[in-house]
């Protein structure tokens, strides 16, 4: 039976709820590198904006070699874009499809990871559709400050490239979201949060 009176010592365990302030959110809240950053939010569809400092990113265009084959589209199949929401190409293991974000200093332009390409996969590089090959050339390679609006489905992800595993980094990729998707299903914080709050020793 369960007796109150002999439980000698607790503790108590709530997760992590950011602060917003006006001015900046998250900032102080939510820590400031990409991977911490990436764990501390988890899951798909957040809608928590964070700061992430120091992401690198490339440029690439639909004429490359490497992606002459598949013209304007996609690896989701659309059109890349580029005007206020421009396409971007990611890991997404690590930057799901769908994850929107804004690169300070580009006030009115959004990007959207709606691709990937075999050089990106196991990196934290943001890939940035441009084009034409000038726009590519110039942007060159840059280490930016992104703040993140939403954060896109693992599940997506690996709905979309499930058939397509015949390629290496894309079976690497979705073997990364397997273990992911497992880990996250697997902890008691995610699985029960209500749980985790008042745990007794």
């Known amino acids: 039976p369960f007796e109150p009176s002999k439980i000698q010592s607790y503790f108590i365990m709530v997760p992590p709820a950011p602060v917003l302030a006006s001015s900046e959110p998250l900032r102080a809240a939510i820590p400031r590198s990409t991977q911490a950053v990436k764990d501390t939010l988890g899951g798909a569809g957040s809608p928590l904006l964070c700061k992430l400092q120091?992401?690198?990113?490339?440029?690439?265009?639909?004429?490359?070699?490497?992606?002459?084959?598949?013209g304007h589209l996609s690896a989701m199949g659309k059109p890349l874009r580029f005007g206020s929401v421009r396409s971007a190409a990611a890991d997404w293991s690590r930057y799901p499809p769908g994850t929107l974000f804004r690169i300070s200093g580009q006030p009115g332009i959004i990007y959207q990871v709606d691709d990937y390409g075999s050089a990106l996969v196991g990196t934290d590089t943001i890939d940035l559709y441009k084009p034409s090959r000038s726009l590519m050339n110039s942007w060159g390679v840059r280490h930016v400050d992104i703040e993140v609006i939403k954060w896109g489905s693992y599940h997506e992800s690996m709905e979309i490239i499930?058939?397509?595993?015949?390629?290496?980094?894309?079976?690497?990729m979705f073997i990364n979201l397997q273990n992911r998707l497992h880990q996250t299903a697997s902890s008691?914080?995610?699985?029960?949060?209500?749980?985790?709050?008042?745990?007794?020793?």
């Open 188 to 201: 008691p914080l995610q699985q029960s949060p209500a749980n985790a709050r008042a745990v007794m020793l």
């Open 54 to 70: 120091n992401v690198r990113t490339t440029a690439y265009c639909h004429d490359e070699a490497d992606h002459i084959a598949y």
């Open 162 to 172: 499930k058939d397509r595993t015949r390629w290496p980094h894309v079976r690497r």
